[in-house]
C-alpha cells in the first residue's frame, strides 16, 4: 500500500513570496489534514477535509494561508504572502475515519522564509 | 492550541534500558495514540488507547491511562538505538481531530 505522498521535500524563499505544497493521500482515504510543524513543537492543525469539504479550518490563517481538495483525492496548501513565522515543516496526513482515527503521515515538506 | 504535555522533555538512555513516557492533557478524551517520529521525516502511529482501557501492549510498548488524571505513560522496553526519535501524544477528544503534545525526544546511545 502506498503511503501518503508530499512535494516538495523543501522549499526556500523570500518573505512576501508565495508557495505552494502538494499531497496525495492513501487511496480510500476520505479524511485528509494539513499540519504545520515548528521545529520542537508537536503538530498543530491547520485544516481537516471530508472527501472535498471543510470540516475544520479554525487555525488557519485565512489571510494568507488557503486549502483545497481536488475531487476529494489530492489536496494543496498555498501561503501567499509568506511570512518568517511561517518557516516550518507543512505535514499532510490521511486517515479512513471513524471510531479510532488512525492518522498516516507523509514524510512532510520543509519550508524556510528568508 | 497543544492539550497533550510530554514529560520529560528530552531522554537519553542507554540500550537495552527502559524508557518512560509522560503525557498529561485536560479535556475528555475517546482516545489517546502515541507517535513516533525520526528526525526528517512524518510521524508514525504506535498505539492506540481507548477511554474505557487502562492498559495496552504491543510489542516492546506498554502503554497506561488514567482518565481521572488525565494521564498517560509509553514504556519502551529493553531500547534499541533505532528507538532514538520524538515520540508525541495525541488526544482525540472529538470526531477524527488529535491535538498533539510538543513531544519527547528520546536518545538510545548504544
Known amino acids: 500500500e502506498a503511503g501518503v505522498a508530499q512535494s516538495p521535500r523543501y522549499k526556500i524563499i523570500e518573505k512576501r513570496q508565495s508557495v505552494a505544497f502538494w499531497c496525495n493521500p492513501i487511496?480510500?482515504?476520505?479524511?485528509l489534514y494539513w499540519y504545520q510543524q515548528i521545529l520542537g513543537q508537536g503538530p498543530k492543525l491547520l485544516i481537516q477535509f471530508q472527501n472535498n469539504g471543510v470540516v475544520d479550518d479554525s487555525q488557519l490563517p485565512k489571510d494568507r494561508f488557503s486549502a483545497e481538495r481536488l475531487k476529494g483525492v489530492d489536496s494543496t496548501l498555498k501561503i501567499q504572502p509568506a511570512k518568517l513565522e511561517d518557516s516550518a515543516v507543512y505535514l499532510c496526513?490521511?486517515?479512513?475515519?471513524?471510531?479510532?482515527?488512525?492518522?498516516?503521515f507523509g514524510a512532510g515538506t520543509r519550508l524556510s522564509v528568508l | 492550541s497543544q492539550q497533550g504535555e510530554e514529560d520529560p522533555q528530552a531522554l537519553s538512555i542507554q540500550e537495552g534500558e527502559n524508557a518512560t513516557m509522560n503525557c498529561s492533557y485536560k479535556?475528555?478524551?475517546?482516545?489517546l495514540q502515541w507517535y513516533r517520529q525520526n528526525s526528517g521525516r512524518g510521524l508514525v502511529h504506535l498505539i492506540l488507547i481507548r477511554s474505557n482501557e487502562r492498559e495496552k501492549h504491543s510489542g516492546r510498548l506498554r502503554v497506561t491511562l488514567d482518565t481521572s488524571k488525565k494521564s498517560s505513560s509509553l514504556l519502551i522496553t529493553a531500547s534499541r538505538a533505532a528507538d532514538t526519535a520524538s515520540y508525541f501524544c495525541?488526544?482525540?477528544?472529538?470526531?477524527?481531530?488529535?491535538?498533539f503534545g510538543a513531544g519527547t525526544i528520546l536518545r538510545v546511545k548504544s
Open positions: 479535556t475528555s478524551i475517546n482516545n
Open positions: 495525541a488526544t482525540d477528544a472529538r470526531g477524527n481531530k488529535l491535538v
Open positions: 487511496s480510500g482515504h476520505a479524511t
Open positions: 496526513a490521511s486517515s479512513l475515519g471513524g471510531a479510532k482515527n488512525i492518522q498516516y
